[in-house]
């Protein structure tokens, strides 16, 4: 089973600090996602990391894929209260093992809060 | 253009009962994935669907099912609900069945009572 370990599970930080959410498995993903969620709506895609070793920066935020596909990091610098929300990894995998058709693993997710 | 429309958005039933939610996918779009997320937990894969056809089901027990219609609309239909079934039924569609291009849309809140 493929897993997705997300931490820290909470983070609560002022307007202004710098924050790092970290996404870890044992396995190799071809693919990693960052969603954020906001209360009872659906995740909604902030970057698609494909290539080791990749960094894409989304104004503030920074996410990079880890060297081996294994593990991914998402930076913010400068948070604001408008950051607020879950923020989710998600590695892509196929349903069999003859591949075709895919799927998302998720993590459990981080919980940011951002205080004015 | 509309995003991922799904109905109802929320619903409340009780143990033992049915329930069948509906998607509607961003037009163009011929996949839909289905996923449950349970209150603190990431979403959990449940079904694809890929042309009308099943492509990849998640471990979820057979009182969840799902089709596609030729419209490429979906439901997920579940039966005998127990109470661990309380969730928010995600609906992502994409364009050829690429997770990475999956678009999520705003999700039905089930509460089983």
Redesign the interface.
């Known amino acids: 089973t493929q897993l997705l370990e997300q931490s820290p599970q909470f983070l609560s930080i002022q307007e202004g600090e710098n924050l790092t959410v970290y996404c870890n498995s044992s396995s190799v993903f071809s693919s990693l996602q960052w969603y954020r969620q906001e209360p009872g709506e659906g995740p909604v895609l902030l970057v698609t990391v494909v290539t080791g070793g990749e960094v894409k920066k989304l104004k503030r935020l920074t996410f990079q894929f880890g060297d081996a596909r294994k593990d991914s990091s998402l930076h913010i610098t400068a948070a604001q209260p408008g950051d607020t929300g879950l923020y989710l990894c998600a590695g892509e995998t196929s349903n069999t093992p003859q591949g075709g058709s895919e799927k998302l693993v998720f993590g459990k997710g981080t919980k940011l809060t951002v205080n004015p | 253009d509309a995003g991922?429309t799904q109905s109802p958005t929320h619903l409340i039933k009780t143990r033992g009962q049915h329930v069948t939610l509906r998607c509607s996918p961003i037009s163009g779009h011929k996949s839909v994935?289905w996923?449950q997320q349970v209150l603190?937990?990431?979403?959990?894969?449940i079904f694809?669907y890929?042309e009308k056809e099943e492509?990849?089901?998640?471990n979820f027990p057979d009182r969840f099912s799902a089709r596609q219609f030729p419209n490429y609309s979906s439901e997920l239909n579940v039966n005998a609900l127990l109470l661990g079934d309380s969730a928010?039924y995600?609906c992502?569609s994409s364009l050829n069945?690429?997770?990475?291009e999956?678009?999520?849309?705003?999700?039905t809140?089930l509460t089983v009572t």
Not at chain 2, 40 to 45: A, H
Not at chain 2, 97 to 100: C, H, I, L
């Open positions: 991922v994935s996923y603190g937990q990431g979403p959990q894969f694809q890929y492509r990849g089901r998640g928010l995600l992502a069945g690429k997770a990475y999956q678009y999520f849309g705003p999700g809140r």
